[in-house]
């Protein structure tokens, strides 16, 4: 897989934590956003030690903190859906900062914005750090199935040649004068995304020819990367042993 994709995300680097294969980031990831989504929400101590935590993981990686912010701005439609909770939320209301809210509702936008915010904050971090293509080759030592993997793969190798023949067809119509100005041309729209989905598809059949002609039969050459070493899972297992550690407390202690 070419590497036109990794300049979105991914921020290369040799820290430790760009060093450590692939397989060890996705299951401390997956082990940590476990441990937030178990802790209760109503023990806010713990979510600020989850927030320390990702920090100090991005200051081991060298990935800026403006750099972070700005990429969990994805998570903006649930956040403005968190804060129209108290407001429509039924249930026992109180006054809070001068506005009558729902209680359980203001608890659900809370727990809400911290799970989530500190889920996409590790997601932001994995991506920051570790290219798609190792990833994929993360998730392939993890013994996802091999179909999935290949869709994926494909998926990543090909969005931008799909969004550059979008553009040009974009480009191709403003050219000929066509401007979309109200319902009346969603027609004109709505065959260009048609022409789009053909030419995609027709681009997939070439590309599978082309790979069978050099012997694929149904499998990726295997991969002969090195696996994980007990020392780079114990670096890995650091994170989500934290977070697990904090879970047990918050269980525990009010």
Partial sequence: MGSGHAHRLYLPGASPVHRLPPQCKLVAVLVFVAAVVATPRERIWAFAGYALLLAAVAAVARVPYRVVLRRT????????????????????RITWLGLSVSEAGLWGAWNILAKGTLGVVASVLLAATTEPRLLLLGVERLRMPQPLVQIAA???????????????????????GFQARDLRDAGVLARSLGALFLRSYERGERVHLAMVSRGYDGRMPASHAAGATAAQWTAAAALPAAAALIAGVAWIVP
């Fill in 73 to 92: 701005l994805i998570e903006l439609p649930f956040v403005v859906f968190a804060l129209l909770m108290p407001f429509v939320a039924s249930g026992e």
């Fill in 154 to 176: 494909f998926m990543l190798r090909y969005a931008d040649v799909v969004a550059g023949e979008l553009r040009r067809m974009r480009i191709a119509r403003a050219a000929r």
